[in-house]
């Protein structure tokens, strides 16, 4: 007998087959197999409008289930309602305790520095390191981020400042309140006009960049963090760190002579200049920084990174803070100002500030300067939410976070604040405490806003070369990162 049929039309596996079939595009596959509606074909907008009009429809029958479905969507824009219900109150309030006081008494010093680092008056670093933070408490989705002021946040707004409200002309507002007392009245409550004028360019700065933020929140662009590597961010931020490690150097040394330049080559324009008036150095100044660089280093890298001091306290000494009490205590007693000369912070408002609307008369100007402040504020403050979720098992929702920066953006434009984004080192203090929620945030608020009601006069003494000694230093790890790529890539 011959070969069953099963054997016979069972096809050798190792001879090539031929597969005769048409070609088709999507409209003919469609039609072929009844996946298209009756009817001609549809142009490419009219299949567009089919399948939003469709998809649209499935997410409204989804949503159809009453009470949950508005519990779940309102948990999605603020996640304190799903979280703080259920928070440990015996297992985590007190290391959230010791970390809210700990970075709260770090805001104040760096809200202040960081202010005049933008241009503005010390009082709105407070301001932005209130109520931004607040809203990010509410609505912010890592819980180690400490949202506030920022160096490189900072130095950006800067630009936009000085080029909407510049210093050119109003030098002697500036250092010489007494000249002129007519036009010094204090006609916008505690402030000058050229003050009032550069917190208003600064407030709208906050709030197109909070709209930006806001709009790609709601369209769902938080996926772009996939194109913004560690290089990429590291690269950013160290590269700006040295601009405003040298836009400090008037401040620390005291030189006259020393002007803002922009565009091209600033920094080679900026170093050039700045030794050609090193003969202007102000000694007392200089002194004064010397001084303040000298306990700063010596407590944070001396004593904060030694080991057996780490074991020994809980919490990290607050630098910043010992420095700002002795710089004000020292200026307060010697008078500093009138002794020696030095630029000291002068007016602190007492009290949170009044409801304001910014200059919105700038606002097509600067679309593209808050742009780039919306994308690095989102990618600086995700990154590092993204480090610390994957470091205690959790996740970040990056479109959350642009949300909850442009509400805190936008809500603290009407309060003096200019833009705001998460701190590096604030963030990692925040972490090393042991931080566990965002209740943290909520008790840094509360310190600052009792230093915002009560404490201005106390830091009206205050040199202003201890504030710029403060950014340097402060700087000094976004630097470093270039010399740790190195190592790594060798």
């Given at each position: 007998?011959?070969?069953?049929?099963?054997?016979?039309?069972?096809?050798?596996?190792?001879?090539?087959?031929?597969?005769?079939r048409p070609i088709l595009n999507q409209p003919n596959f469609d039609e072929a197999y009844g996946l298209c509606d009756p009817g001609p074909p549809l142009?490419?907008?009219?299949?567009?409008?089919?399948?939003?009009?469709?998809?649209?429809?499935?997410?409204?029958?989804?949503?159809?289930?009453?009470?949950?479905?508005a519990y779940s969507y309102a948990t999605s824009w603020f996640p304190v309602l799903e979280w703080a219900p259920k928070y440990d109150f015996r297992k985590?309030?007190?290391?959230?305790?010791?970390?809210?006081?700990?970075?709260?008494?770090?805001?104040?010093?760096?809200?202040?520095?960081?202010?005049?680092?933008?241009?503005?008056?010390?009082?709105?670093?407070?301001?932005?390191?209130?109520?931004?933070?607040?809203?990010?408490?509410?609505?912010?989705?890592?819980?180690?981020?400490?949202?506030?002021?920022?160096?490189?946040?900072?130095?950006?707004?800067?630009?936009?400042?000085?080029?909407?409200?510049?210093?050119?002309?109003?030098?002697?507002?500036?250092?010489?309140?007494?000249?002129?007392?007519?036009?010094?009245?204090?006609?916008?409550?505690?402030?000058?006009?050229?003050?009032?004028?550069?917190?208003?360019?600064?407030?709208?700065?906050?709030?197109?960049?909070?709209?930006?933020?806001?709009?790609?929140?709601?369209?769902?662009?938080?996926?772009?963090?996939?194109?913004?590597?560690?290089?990429?961010?590291?690269?950013?931020?160290?590269?700006?760190?040295?601009?405003?490690?040298?836009?400090?150097?008037?401040?620390?040394?005291?030189?006259?002579?020393?002007?803002?330049?922009?565009?091209?080559?600033?920094?080679?324009?900026?170093?050039?200049?700045?030794?050609?008036?090193?003969?202007?150095?102000?000694?007392?100044?200089?002194?004064?920084?010397?001084?303040?660089?000298?306990?700063?280093?010596?407590?944070?890298?001396?004593?904060?990174?030694?080991?057996?001091?780490?074991?020994?306290?809980?919490?990290?000494?607050?630098?910043?803070?010992?420095?700002?009490?002795?710089?004000?205590?020292?200026?307060?007693?010697?008078?500093f100002e009138e002794t020696y000369q030095v630029d000291i912070v002068k007016k602190v408002p007492v009290g949170m500030p009044p409801v304001t609307v910014?200059?919105?008369?700038?606002?097509?100007?600067?679309?593209?300067?808050?742009?780039?402040?919306?994308?690095?504020?989102?990618?600086?403050?995700?990154?590092?939410?993204?480090?610390?979720?994957?470091?205690?098992?959790?996740?970040?929702?990056?479109?959350?976070?642009?949300?909850?920066?442009?509400?805190?953006?936008?809500?603290?434009?009407?309060?003096?604040?200019?833009?705001?984004?998460?701190?590096?080192?604030?963030?990692?203090?925040?972490?090393?405490?042991?931080?566990?929620?965002?209740?943290?945030?909520?008790?840094?608020?509360?310190?600052?806003?009792?230093?915002?009601?009560?404490?201005?006069?106390?830091?009206?003494?205050?040199?202003?070369?201890?504030?710029?000694?403060?950014?340097?230093?402060?700087?000094?790890?976004?630097?470093?990162?270039?010399?740790?790529?190195?190592?790594?890539?060798?």
């Amino acid at each position: 007998m011959g070969d069953s049929p099963s054997k016979q039309c069972t096809p050798k596996l190792d001879q090539p087959q031929r597969i005769l079939r048409p070609i088709l595009n999507q409209p003919n596959f469609d039609e072929a197999y009844g996946l298209c509606d009756p009817g001609p074909p549809l142009t490419p907008w009219q299949e567009i409008t089919r399948i939003g009009r469709k998809h649209l429809s499935r997410k409204v029958s989804n949503n159809r289930c009453g009470q949950k479905c508005a519990y779940s969507y309102a948990t999605s824009w603020f996640p304190v309602l799903e979280w703080a219900p259920k928070y440990d109150f015996r297992k985590l309030v007190i290391p959230d305790l010791v970390a809210g006081i700990t970075v709260g008494v770090m805001n104040i010093p760096q809200g202040i520095a960081y202010a005049l680092l933008a241009g503005l008056p010390p009082v709105c670093g407070l301001y932005t390191s209130f109520i931004p933070t607040l809203f990010y408490f509410v609505m912010g989705t890592s819980r180690q981020c400490s949202l506030g002021t920022f160096a490189v946040v900072s130095m950006m707004t800067s630009k936009i400042v000085m080029t909407y409200a510049p210093f050119e002309g109003d030098v002697g507002l500036e250092r010489n309140v007494t000249t002129n007392s007519s036009r010094e009245t204090l006609m916008y409550g505690s402030f000058t006009e050229t003050e009032y004028r550069r917190i208003q360019v600064g407030a709208m700065a906050a709030l197109m960049t909070g709209l930006w933020q806001l709009l790609f929140g709601i369209l769902g662009f938080g996926a772009l963090t996939v194109y913004l590597s560690d290089q990429l961010v590291q690269g950013f931020t160290c590269s700006a760190a040295f601009h405003v490690f040298s836009s400090q150097l008037s401040n620390v040394f005291g030189v006259k002579g020393l002007p803002e330049y922009h565009g091209m080559f600033k920094i080679c324009r900026t170093y050039y200049r700045f030794f050609q008036v090193t003969h202007t150095a102000h000694i007392p100044t200089m002194l004064i920084s010397l001084t303040t660089v000298t306990l700063l280093i010596c407590i944070k890298y001396g004593l904060n990174g030694n080991r057996t001091v780490k074991s020994l306290l809980r919490v990290p000494i607050p630098a910043e803070l010992i420095v700002v009490i002795i710089g004000s205590f020292a200026s307060y007693w010697c008078n500093f100002e009138e002794t020696y000369q030095v630029d000291i912070v002068k007016k602190v408002p007492v009290g949170m500030p009044p409801v304001t609307v910014p200059d919105l008369s700038i606002a097509s100007s600067i679309l593209g300067d808050t742009f780039a402040l919306a994308i690095v504020t989102f990618a600086i403050t995700v990154t590092l939410g993204m480090v610390f979720a994957a470091k205690h098992n959790y996740s970040v929702s990056p479109n959350q976070e642009f949300r909850a920066l442009g509400v805190g953006n936008i809500i603290g434009s009407f309060f003096q604040c200019f833009p705001s984004g998460a701190s590096l080192a604030r963030s990692a203090v925040q972490d090393d405490t042991g931080g566990r929620t965002q209740m943290v945030s909520l008790i840094q608020c509360m310190i600052v806003l009792v230093v915002i009601l009560t404490a201005g006069p106390l830091l009206e003494p205050l040199p202003k070369p201890v504030l710029g000694s403060i950014v340097m230093v402060a700087l000094f790890h976004l630097l470093g990162q270039s010399r740790r790529e190195l190592c790594v890539a060798v």
